[in-house]
């Protein structure tokens, strides 16, 4: 059963604590810049979005990678970058439709979520609990429910 990362932006304070354990895990230190899950501001709306991969059904970064520097692992599903391979090239950087990808500032290649092995840092250190690594039917499921709650039934 494939699982991915779920944001509930509405849970949410923005802390940044995700970007910062992202990081830690990935960089050995505490820097949002080297995260692979970014937190988008809305100030206007009271409002924080974690932004980390979809995990798409077609992940068009991979299709255009070049060189297949970005592939998926057989055993967990996490996307994996082959840092040996990648040219920094920003193909798969100007194709992601969330903006999940990003070069890193200092090698000059892609980060992208490798959801940590199968067991994503980021999930267990949100203290508001806006993100969740579920089973994806039970992230669409969630949703629709919401959705019918938020229709007028009467």
């Given amino acids: 059963m494939e699982r991915g990362i779920t944001v509930i932006p509405q849970l949410c304070t923005g802390c940044e604590q995700c970007a910062l ?13 080297l995260s692979r899950v970014k937190v988008v501001k809305f ?10 991969c979809a ?45 999940a990808i990003e070069l890193h500032p200092q090698k000059g290649i892609a980060m992208r979520c490798d959801l940590c092995g199968g067991d994503p ?3 267990k ?12 039917e039970h992230a669409v499921s969630e949703k629709r429910r919401a959705r019918v709650v938020g229709w007028n039934l009467e």
Avoid: M, W
């Fill in 55 to 99: 995990y798409c059904e077609q992940p068009v970064c991979e299709e255009v990678c070049p060189v297949q520097a970005i592939t998926h692992d057989p055993i967990t599903g996490a996307a994996k970058v082959a840092a040996d391979i990648c040219l920094g090239c920003k193909e798969c950087v100007n194709a992601c439709p969330l903006g």
């Fill in 125 to 136: 250190q949100c203290p508001a609990g806006a993100l969740r690594y579920e089973p994806l």
């Fill in 43 to 52: 100030a206007d709306k009271c409002l924080n979005v974690p932004v980390t």
């Fill in 121 to 123: 840092s980021c999930v």
């Fill in 21 to 33: 354990t992202c990081s830690f895990v990935h960089e050995s230190v505490y820097a949002p810049s």
